[in-house]
């Protein structure tokens, strides 16, 4: 178990109302750091190994190389996001405690997307380029969340938890909106302005998401700066490289209430980890799109999302904070993605299961508003030692959001197999693959219940 550290200065949030411009880049610097990773992560990287393997049959695959790079890049977020807000924790810097992470997290993520776009074309460059890209996006994560405890008062977190949460989500429209713009070759737009044209394996797909994420981040830095924690490093105890390690490792028994929002956002990321990586594949071997097409199917179903989380999103937010209620949010709004899976489980498999599917994925984004603007809240107010360690406990907290990223890829080959309901054994049998996460999503739900700290 960490150490309390009751030499660290006052959370600045206890002191405090933070400006209107501060939170307005704060949220910028959220929406930015998202849009970064999203774009490749939903769309640009399964048309970048698309282009580096064959068609179904002749070998390894897309799907399965995604699978690879997916998971090898979860395991090296799972493990960066901790580990460098435990680093923050404890950061004795005259810059302060967050802002020279900030910076760090954001050079190793330009690192890594300049891997992925101009490296080598084979498995082994992009696995490398990407895990980096997840280190540096996910060090960027810990300080991103790190902040709200930091900075923002406990009356305001259920709103500026919502508002983060429809950031993320519209970073995710913005995302893929970009990766189709900027492509090398002619980029035209049709009479439904439409994009048309360019190369689905243009490095640019990669390095303007990320350019993004850099400049809002630098943004906060300049933001941060003044206002930002510090401690004297004569404050800091001493630890044994044991004794940190063992730091991100939390006591279940003494900490049950956030020992069960951690597994509950585990197995809700679960159910959301096979759309987020398996978006593009599903649009081409299931709904049978390819080409610009794929890139406008994807498209429009991310507005769709979009659209379904900035309807709910806020809201929740300010009844979550006027109600003082965090349960009922989360446990409804994973129900919801649960049925919303379901929806795409259903659709035709084939061209006609458009609709349908578009269907199931505004209702997820209706379901996700709700839960990503009253999750973190929630969790904020269960973390064992607030003052202290908030970006350590947040970064153990947000194991249970990058691991799924890993477990996902590996074992969904073993739902893409199955025989469910006579659908017939293949290897592209997404009805079961989403079936299996909207089970995920709902077990997620229910696990909130036992929850005591939280109403």
Partial sequence: MSRPNPAAAPLAAEQREPTKAFLWIYVLAYFGGWLGILGPAILALYTRLADLFPPAGQGTTAVSALAVVSGVGAVAATLANPFIGRLSDRTTSRFGMRTPWLIISSVIFVLGSLVVAFGPANIAVVTIGWSLSQVGFNGMLAIFTA?????????????????????????????????????????????????????PSSPLRFIVPVAVAVATSMILVVALRPIDRHIQRSQVPPYSVGEFFGSFVFNPRKNPDFTWAWVSRFMFMLGIAYLLVYQAPYSSAHLKFEGADLDRVVLWGTVVTVVGTVLTGYVAGQLSDRFKRRKPFVIGSAMGYAVSLVFLSLAAPDNS??????????????????????????????????????????????????????????????????????????????????????????IGALLVLPIKAVR
């Fill in 353 to 442: 299961g458009l609709p349908m599917a578009l269907v199931g994925l505004f209702l997820g984004g209706l379901a996700q508003g709700v839960y990503f603007g009253i999750d973190l809240a929630l969790v904020t107010d269960v973390l064992p030692d607030r003052e202290a360690d908030a970006a350590k406990d947040l970064g153990v907290f947000n194991i249970a959001s990058a691991g799924p990223q890993f477990i996902a890829p590996f074992i969904a080959p073993m739902f893409l197999g199955l025989n469910l309901l006579g659908s017939g054994a293949n290897q592209d049998n997404f009805a079961a693959l989403f079936v299996f996460a909207a089970i995920f999503s709902a």
């Fill in 147 to 199: 902040v709200l405890p930091d900075q923002i008062p406990e009356r305001m977190m259920g709103r500026v938890s919502s508002v983060l949460g429809i950031a993320m989500n519209v970073a995710s429209l913005a995302a893929v909106w970009l990766v189709g713009l900027f492509a090398a070759g002619t980029i035209t737009f049709d009479d439904a302005g439409v994009i048309t044209g360019g190369d």
